[in-house]
């Protein structure tokens, strides 16, 4: 099994800044991809940004709507990724989940989730 811890929501101002972390531990030997996904109240679940990790690691892919204001990265020793949030918006208001790509010691490749952290953009 493979276990996704968040941490780093809160409150902030338009405008302001936050940093989430994801760390990834259990049973795994090789880790793929990890991102970030949102869900607003009322809306689908949403892509936020991803990086690879290992062979291409550092590759990422952002949706437009943060491009340019959040900036994702991973450390590959720690199994942890960042989410580094800057000019936040109101409608960036979600729960945030932190998911990964992982095979682990059995050579089993899943897809795991963490269970999410608020992330509050309010004045």
């Known amino acids: 099994q493979v276990q996704l811890v968040e941490s780093g929501g809160g409150l902030v101002q338009p405008g302001g800044s936050l940093r989430l972390s994801c760390a990834a531990s259990g049973s795994i030997f090789r880790i793929h991809v990890m991102g970030w996904y949102r869900q607003a109240p009322g809306k689908e679940r949403e892509l936020v940004g991803v990086i690879a990790i290992g062979g291409i690691g550092g590759l990422t892919n952002y949706a437009d709507s943060v491009a340019g204001r959040f900036t994702i990265s991973g450390d590959n020793a720690k199994n942890t990724v960042y989410l580094e949030m800057n000019s936040l918006k109101p409608e960036d208001t979600a729960v945030y989940y932190c998911?990964?790509?992982?095979?682990?010691?059995?050579?089993?490749?899943?897809?795991?989730w963490g269970q999410g952290t608020q992330v509050t953009v309010s004045s």
């Open positions: 998911n990964a790509v992982v095979t682990d010691y059995s050579d089993t490749r899943g897809d795991y």
